[in-house]
């Protein structure tokens, strides 16, 4: 597959599930999940790290907490957003911005760059005894 279109791809893909997050983050959670909302933060952040991560990281750390810190960004931002609908629209269409909410998106956070860490350290030990097998 050419190099720029699969980098083209993986934006849209990127921009197409970010645009149904930000979609999903404004209305209001279905009655059956509300008891589960800290929950689903925290999920959510883990597996939108891990998407992202194993688009655009290629095992580099700095990328890593490039993408820690936009989704913490997301996160905080849609908060935000949530708030301000109300207002803007007059009508209630989501809840108020929650600092507890920003906790358990960084829980996710913290969650999925502590199974990445393992997997980089692993990474770099077996990169280093492949470096050792070629003497």
Known sequence: MDLNL??????????LCFG???I???????RV???YDKELHAAFYFFAAAFLN???TEKKPSRHLVIFILLFLFGAMIEYAQAYSNKFFQTRIHGRFDPEDLWYNTIGLLAFSGCWMVYYLI???SKGNKEKAKF
């Open 20 to 22: 149904i997050s930000i």
């Open 123 to 125: 990474f770099l030990i």
């Open 24 to 30: 999903g983050f404004m209305l209001k959670l279905p």
């Open 54 to 56: 194993i688009l655009f």
């Open 33 to 35: 999940f509300r008891h």
């Open 6 to 15: 699969h980098k083209t791809t993986k934006i849209i893909l990127v921009i």
